[in-house]
């Protein structure tokens, strides 16, 4: 494969397992963007969004970097506040994928996971060439979810309430990931990435 390598994007709703099958991607050699990973960059001291959202917010900044829980405060008291917050990060997010991606391509790379967990709440399927959902049965999502310090029932539910349908994101996905036990998921990663590179990685 020559030329820009093959975007895969990779997402699931919350308790599905999708943290874990990126690091089986990442196991396997197959370079890994992680969404949550590049916010945590911009709002890090230093980062590209401390000052646009220092304008907006300024009570939003401490100590040089954006406090997530007082954005979630604002947020709170004013919804209008997360499509300001999002107009400012949104491309900032789109502009770090953009350069994993080109340092990939230019290190060789012939696949490349973009891991957004809300893909296809924000129209991110656009932007790859194909989407892969990770999955679990209902009553196993709610068990590793419910399980999580701090987690309720009713903040799970919210959750939910933001996030397209599992039974959704499997119809729309050209690829579904498995992930009832470690091994199925594994397994299955490396059945993709043999068969979207050519190459099996069941020996390595």
């Known amino acids: 494969m020559s030329g820009r390598p093959f975007i895969l994007g990779l997402t699931g709703s919350i308790g599905m397992g999708k943290s874990t099958t990126a690091g089986f991607f990442r196991e396997f050699g197959v ?3 992680d969404a949550d990973a590049a916010v945590h960059r911009l709002y890090a001291a230093g980062g590209a969004a401390v000052a646009p959202i220092a304008a907006l917010y300024p009570d939003a900044v401490v100590g040089g970097a954006v406090d ?8 709170s008291a004013d919804p209008a506040a997360l499509g300001r917050i999002e107009r400012i990060v949104h491309p900032l997010v789109a502009a770090d994928r953009q350069a994993f991606i080109a340092a990939q391509a230019r290190a060789g790379a012939d696949l490349v996971v973009v891991d957004i967990p809300l893909l ?7 932007t790859v060439d194909a989407v892969a959902v990770v999955s679990a049965p209902e009553e196993e999502q709610r068990a590793r ?18 996030q397209v349908p599992d039974a959704e994101k499997r119809q729309r996905a050209d690829h579904v990931i498995e992930t009832r036990t470690l091994e199925d998921a594994r397994r299955a990663v490396q059945d993709l990435i043999a068969e979207l590179t050519g190459v099996d990685k069941g020996g390595e």
């Open 120 to 126: 296809y709440e924000t129209g991110a399927e656009g």
């Open 31 to 33: 370079p890994v963007w």
């Open 68 to 75: 997530r829980e007082a954005l979630k405060r604002r947020i």
């Open 145 to 162: 979810v419910l399980a999580r310090p701090g987690m309720t029932e009713a903040h799970f539910e919210s959750i939910l309430s933001r």
